[in-house]
């Protein structure tokens, strides 16, 4: 299932696979598309025939509100409806435990949330978790947890990552009985544990300790790129990673900018998602390997060059810093498109960039010539 290639330091250069898809080279970044799509028109054929995406990443809460789980496996589960033949990973709905605080009721059973959209009242537990992540049939469903708001008062992030250690026990006894059964979409459906913990590293270290001994097929650490300052989400990792099992894939769940996924890897971690290069994208914010753009400035009005002269996505083969800003000026689709379309190659290759760095054991350079490099203005 996962297998570590080689080390330089604790960054890691592994394989994965799984049930859909061929062979996954990690360190990967999964492309989220939290209802089945990527947000800015983006389809699974533009990931899998343009973009070089490796991992799709959906969301539970969201998709069992619209178009509810059960319609998505009728209509044959996840792969089958948004015409995504590689991997896909689900989340929980633990974030929205977090992101919807003020909609929602936590006991020890599970969750009560006030949808969203209309106000209807929703439970979700540890089982409802499983059971709607085995109707969508993703191939790596994500164990319902707390992720706990920064700050927070220790004996809150205690009782708090205690409960979500006794939420995992539950959600690993229904995986294995939804998968099991003889109609399930994905027979092979993976279950990762989350390590919680907030910011205290003696809790993120005892948490971890726990759940590693609960046999799960990847162990991700989550609750970070939540407020706390980015050192100390640093610090978090590599007070969590030498707990961390040696066999098995490690996901930074949320995170985050170039430099974070360059300092991540450098730290031990596997797998990344992130909503920012989309949503950035769709305020005209570009990602280059000179830094960050606004493609909305007017000193790219007459620029004819493409958005990154050493990107080679199919936004900067085919158009210019110009006419993407136009897009951008006339409030035409199309702009927020290919901005999102740049977006989401440039970190696709930035992880392709870290792997051949990797394979060629100058990780280090690459880290010194980029992790701050990328985050500044162009």
Known sequence: MFKVLK????ARRGQFQ???????QTPVFMNVGTQAAIKGGVSALDLRDELKTQIELSNTYHLHLRPGDDVVRQMGGLHKFMRWDGPILTDSGGFQV??????????????????????????MGPEESMQIQSNLGSDIAMAFDECVENPATYEY????????????????????????????VNPRQMLFGINQ????????????????????????????AVGEPTQTMYDIIDAVEPYMPEDKPRYLMGVGTPSNIIEGVARGVD????????RNARHGKLF????????????????????????DCPVCRNFSRAYVRHLFAAEEMLGMRLAVMHNLYFYNQLTAKIRDALDEDCFDQFRQEYSVKLGERV
């Not at 799984?18 to 996954?24: T, Y």
């Not at 909609?103 to 059973?109: C, S, Y």
């Not at 809790?203 to 300790?209: C, E, F, T, V």
């Open 18 to 24: 799984c049930a859909h898809g061929g062979v996954v």
């Open 157 to 184: 992030a205690k009782a708090s990552c205690e409960r979500t250690l006794r939420w995992l026990e539950r959600c690993k006894a229904e995986h294995d009985r939804l998968n099991a059964l003889p109609d399930t």
């Open 7 to 10: 080390k330089q330091g604790k």
């Open 197 to 224: 913990g907030a910011t205290f590293p003696d809790l993120r270290i005892w948490h971890m300790q726990q759940i590693a001994k609960i046999d799960c097929d990847g162990y991700a650490i989550g609750g970070l």
């Open 271 to 278: 797998f990344f998602d992130c909503v920012m290069p989309a």
């Open 98 to 123: 977090f992101s919807l605080a003020g909609l929602r009721k936590i006991k020890e059973e599970g969750v009560t949330f006030a949808s969203h959209l209309d106000g209807h009242r929703i439970f």
């Open 288 to 311: 280059t390997w000179d830094g960050t753009l606004n493609i909305k400035n007017a000193k790219y009005k007459l620029d004819e060059g493409p958005i990154d002269s050493k990107c």
